[in-house]
C-alpha cells in the first residue's frame, strides 16, 4: 500500500510549519504539486518549493507536476459544478500517483493554510481512495491557519468571551451568513464581498498575503474603510495576479483608529 500525507503548510510564510509538518515532510519520497494557471500563480508552486528546499534540501526528494484544473466560478448549481472540479483533480492525481509512487513509497501533498478549513484536499483524497480500495493510505498534518494569523497580526480574540463564531465564505455572507453572529471570519473571497453587506455596526480586521513578504493589513468600522479596502483589494489583486485574504466581521467592537 502507498501512503499519501496531506501536509498543512500554513499561509505561505517559511516560518509558520509546525513541528509535525516539518517531520513529515522529511518521510515523504515524492511531492505532488498541481501548478495554477494564471498571472502570479507560479508564486504559490514557487512558496511550495521553498518550504522543501528549507526544511529538505535539494535532492532529497522528487517533486511531480502538472496543471491544476481551474475552479469554476460560482453558479446556481455550485455544489454540482465543484463535485465535477473536485473529479477532475481526483483523475489527474490519481494518475499522478499511479504513475510516479512505488509500492511502499510515501507521496505528499502540500496543502496551503490547514486542510481542515475550506480546502478540497480532504474529500479529493477519499475519492481517490474510494474509487482505488486498498490501494492508497492517507495521513493529514495539521497546520497553522490563516485564521490563527490574522487573529495575532490584530491582537485580538476571534470571538467576545462566551461568544460565538462562524467561519463562512463571501458566497454565504452576501447570502446573508452573518445574521445573528457577533463574530464572523469569512474565508475565499477575494472580491470585497464586504462592501456589499449592510455595514451596520461591523469592525473589520482584514489580512492578505498572511505570512509572507507581500502581507497587508487593515482594521477599522466597516462602514468607515469599506470603500478604500474594497481598492485595495482591487489594486492587490492587479499587482500579484492573485490575492489570498481573510478577515474578520465583529460587531459592536469597541472603536479604534482605523489602520
Not at 510516479?100 to 475519492?127: M, N
Not at 489570498?244 to 465583529?250: M, S, V
Given at each position: ?187 475565499l473571497d477575494s472580491n470585497a464581498a464586504f462592501a456589499r453587506i449592510d455595514p451596520e455596526d461591523f469592525h473589520i480586521y482584514w489580512g492578505a498575503y498572511l505570512g509572507t513578504e507581500h502581507e497587508v493589513l487593515r482594521s477599522g468600522p466597516l462602514a468607515d474603510i469599506g470603500p ?32
Open positions: 500500500m502507498r501512503k499519501i500525507f496531506l501536509i498543512g503548510m500554513g499561509p505561505g510564510g517559511l516560518k509558520y510549519l509546525t513541528a509535525q509538518a516539518i517531520a513529515t515532510l522529511r518521510k515523504v519520497d515524492v511531492f505532488f504539486l498541481l501548478d495554477k494557471p494564471g498571472r502570479g500563480k507560479a508564486e504559490l508552486g514557487d512558496a511550495r518549493r521553498r518550504i522543501l528546499d528549507l526544511y529538505r534540501g535539494p535532492g532529497a526528494y522528487r517533486i511531480i507536476t502538472a496543471e491544476s484544473p481551474p475552479r469554476p466560478p460560482a453558479q446556481d448549481d455550485y455544489l454540482d459544478v465543484v463535485a465535477d472540479w473536485h473529479a477532475r483533480k481526483a483523475e489527474i492525481l490519481s494518475t499522478l500517483f499511479e504513475t510516479h509512487l512505488a509500492e511502499g513509497e510515501t507521496g505528499g501533498v502540500l496543502v496551503w493554510g490547514d486542510p481542515a478549513f475550506y480546502d478540497s484536499s480532504i474529500a479529493i483524497l477519499r475519492r481517490i481512495q474510494a474509487e482505488h480500495p486498498g490501494k492508497f493510505e492517507v495521513e493529514v498534518t495539521p497546520a497553522v491557519s490563516s485564521l490563527n494569523l490574522l487573529a495575532a497580526r490584530h491582537a485580538i480574540s476571534l470571538h467576545e468571551i462566551g461568544g460565538d463564531l462562524l467561519v463562512t465564505t463571501a458566497r454565504r455572507l452576501l447570502a446573508g451568513g452573518a445574521k445573528n453572529f457577533d463574530s464572523v471570519v469569512v474565508m478604500a479596502l474594497a481598492e485595495t483589494v482591487r489594486r492587490e489583486k492587479e499587482r500579484h495576479g492573485w490575492i489570498l485574504d481573510i478577515y474578520l466581521l465583529r460587531r459592536g467592537a469597541a472603536t479604534a483608529p482605523a489602520s
